[in-house]
């Protein structure tokens, strides 16, 4: 490898095909395992301690700067297999997978996880479900753009195996102490998914205070949670739920206004709408440490 060199960039140069999706450190795709020898790692806090000690790195925050061995992530050897029991359509381009692994995952509700297909492709996903609530794993995919992970997702049967990675906390959860505080949660696409897993997991923990839902969708057959949403709603009467378009964005942040400044504001989905709402949410007074996001990419093919 040639010092100074990104660590992933090298590997996948020497054709060891790393996989990767944010090349920020955020979706833990591009972990390898170093056997010998240390990488300069620009986030050594990104990894629990007890991965660190086992030589676990993440690739695209790491340059070479020695001789380095290196064992990359073997979905068939380190992942947990999974089987597909449910595949749904509820948008015209959104994929509901509902997967089963093959032993209990403990994970939390906003969490995400790595997926591997058969091919050695991998793409980390929310978890749009809630332990204790669902007996499987739900994942909402984004099918709109050609991608290497979603096509082959849409040619899933029940049945068929897919390998899970690394589980990462995110910046998204709810605590059971904002029980009375108003929650807002924001979300652009299929960001609902992990933000449809924390209103449930909220509601489970019979939130008191109002909670308030606003979906972007680029047009109104976008939004796939709208049935599910109103449902809540309507057996929930502190759940508000607004449906806009991509349209309508921008006269709905020029009214938007906070209920109180006391409210837990909860954002994923692309980077641009997260930018876009967070930027609103201040001007409106809300402070700083009371608004939490996830922001996702896809990648094109």
């Known amino acids: 490898?040639?010092?100074?060199?990104?660590?992933?960039?090298?590997?996948?140069?020497?054709?060891?095909?790393?996989?990767?999706?944010?090349?920020?450190?955020?979706?833990?795709?591009?972990?390898?395992?170093?056997?010998?020898?240390?990488?300069?790692?620009?986030?050594?806090?990104?990894?629990?301690?007890?991965?660190?000690?086992?030589?676990?790195?993440?690739?695209?925050?790491?340059?070479?700067?020695?001789?380095?061995?290196?064992?990359?992530?073997?979905?068939?050897?380190?992942?947990?297999?999974?089987?597909?029991?449910d595949i749904h359509w509820p948008a015209a381009d959104v994929?509901?997978?509902?997967?089963?692994?093959?032993?209990?995952?403990?994970?939390?509700?906003?969490?995400?996880l790595l997926l591997w297909n058969e091919a050695g492709v991998a793409r980390p996903y929310s978890l749009a479900s809630v332990p204790g609530l669902d007996d499987y794993l739900e994942f909402h995919l984004d099918c709109r753009k050609p991608g290497l992970f979603s096509d082959s997702a849409r040619r899933l049967v029940p049945g068929d195996a897919l390998r899970l990675g690394e589980l990462h906390g995110g910046a998204l959860h709810y605590d059971p102490d904002w029980d009375t505080r108003p929650l807002l949660l924001l979300g652009s696409g299929t960001g609902m998914a992990p933000l449809w897993g924390l209103l449930r997991e909220a509601l489970r923990h019979h939130h008191?205070?109002?909670?308030?839902?606003?979906?972007?969708?680029?047009?109104?057959?976008?939004?796939?949670?709208?049935?599910?949403?109103?449902?809540?709603?309507?057996?929930?009467?502190?759940?508000?739920?607004?449906?806009?378009?991509?349209?309508?964005?921008?006269?709905?942040?020029?009214q938007f206004r906070l209920v109180s400044r006391q409210t837990i504001a909860l954002l994923c989905g692309h980077p641009a709408s997260v930018e876009e709402f967070a930027r609103r949410l201040y001007l409106a007074g809300l402070p700083r440490n009371q608004l939490l996001a996830d922001t996702f990419l896809t990648r094109d093919a």
Not at 223 to 251: N, Q, W
Request: charged share 20%; hydrophobic share 45%.
């Open 1 to 85: 490898m040639t010092p100074a060199s990104n660590l992933l960039d090298a590997l996948n140069a020497g054709g060891c095909k790393v996989p990767y999706s944010c090349r920020a450190g955020s979706c833990h795709a591009c972990m390898v395992r170093c056997l010998s020898g240390e990488p300069a790692d620009a986030m050594p806090d990104a990894l629990d301690r007890f991965q660190r000690a086992e030589g676990w790195r993440l690739s695209c925050q790491c340059l070479v700067v020695q001789d380095l061995v290196v064992e990359v992530f073997d979905p068939a050897r380190d992942g947990l297999e999974a089987e597909v029991l």
């Open 95 to 112: 994929l509901r997978l509902r997967l089963m692994p093959r032993r209990p995952l403990r994970y939390a509700a906003g969490q995400h």
């Open 208 to 254: 008191q205070g109002p909670i308030r839902v606003i979906h972007l969708a680029h047009e109104p057959g976008g939004h796939y949670l709208a049935e599910p949403l109103a449902e809540l709603a309507a057996a929930h009467p502190g759940v508000d739920v607004r449906l806009i378009t991509a349209a309508e964005l921008a006269e709905v942040l020029a």
